[in-house]
């Protein structure tokens, strides 16, 4: 159980333009999912957290304009990197968070999703 | 801000001795400690756990310890083998204005066991 997907799972894309990622549980609901941007060799930074049926929360010096998040579904989140620049360049990865009732909650990851702009 | 500070950025080790992985964290409110392993160009894996209401946890050759007067947790793996190799992220759970937990990750250990 506890199997987050993510699609794609690498894209190039060119300067200027917009990618959609999506993340998805499978198997269970998830009311807050992740979005994280990791650089290579370095540790996975916060972007901003995705909440079922209400705006997303940025964490400080991310755009919220430039990455468009959308929790549709319980178990669906996306964002969207709009007017993409080669600095925008990072693995993404989604988290969707299962809650354990008394027990508290876990993240689970996707795959990750690799972008380059050219 | 909340923090979490990882040690050693990298750590090196023979197959079959134990490697240890420090951190410790800023927000007192944290209760929930996950560790996560990472493999290149994979998604973390959440290993082990630990919550606030005990000190010590154990899986096989895994186990974490947590003092939370002190506010550091750390790692243990017992027996190594090369396919423990692998970058190692600790966090610590911190809550947000907006009521939800969020997972602040140290920097990162990487982990090379040598056979």
């Known amino acids: 159980g506890a199997v987050v997907s993510q699609h794609p799972s690498w894209v190039i894309c060119k300067s200027g333009t917009s990618v959609k990622i999506e993340c998805r549980s499978l198997?269970?609901?998830?009311?807050?999912m992740f979005w994280y941007r990791q650089f290579p060799k370095q540790s996975l930074m916060l972007m901003a957290t995705?909440?079922?049926?209400?705006?997303?929360?940025?964490e400080q010096g991310v755009e919220k304009d430039k990455f468009l998040i959308n929790h549709a579904s319980l178990t669906l989140s996306t964002l969207t990197v709009t007017s993409a620049h080669p600095e925008d360049s990072s693995f993404y990865i989604c988290?969707?968070?299962?809650?354990?009732?008394?027990?508290?909650?876990?993240?689970?990851f996707g795959p990750g999703t690799r972008l380059t702009v050219t | 801000g909340e923090n979490v500070e990882q040690h050693p950025s990298t750590l090196s080790v023979q197959e079959g001795d134990s490697a240890v992985i420090k951190c410790t964290y800023s927000?007192?409110?944290?209760?929930?400690f996950p560790w996560y392993k990472q493999e290149l160009g994979k998604r973390p894996q959440l290993i082990i756990d630990?919550?606030?209401?005990?000190g010590e946890k154990k899986d096989q050759r895994i186990a974490v310890t947590l003092n939370k007067t002190a506010k550091h947790f750390s790692l243990h793996i017992t027996e190594t083998q090369p396919e423990d190799s692998a970058v190692y992220f600790c966090?610590?759970?911190?809550?947000?204005?907006?009521?939800?937990?969020?997972?602040?990750f140290g920097a990162g250990t990487r982990l090379a066991v040598h056979p």
């Open positions: 988290s969707a968070t299962r809650i354990l009732g008394l027990a508290g909650d876990e993240q689970y």
């Open positions: 198997d269970f609901q998830a009311t807050t």
């Open positions: 995705s909440n079922e049926g209400s705006k997303a929360t940025y």
């Open positions: 927000d007192s409110a944290s209760n929930y």
């Open positions: 630990i919550r606030s209401n005990v």
């Open positions: 966090a610590a759970h911190s809550s947000s204005s907006g009521g939800y937990n969020k997972l602040i």
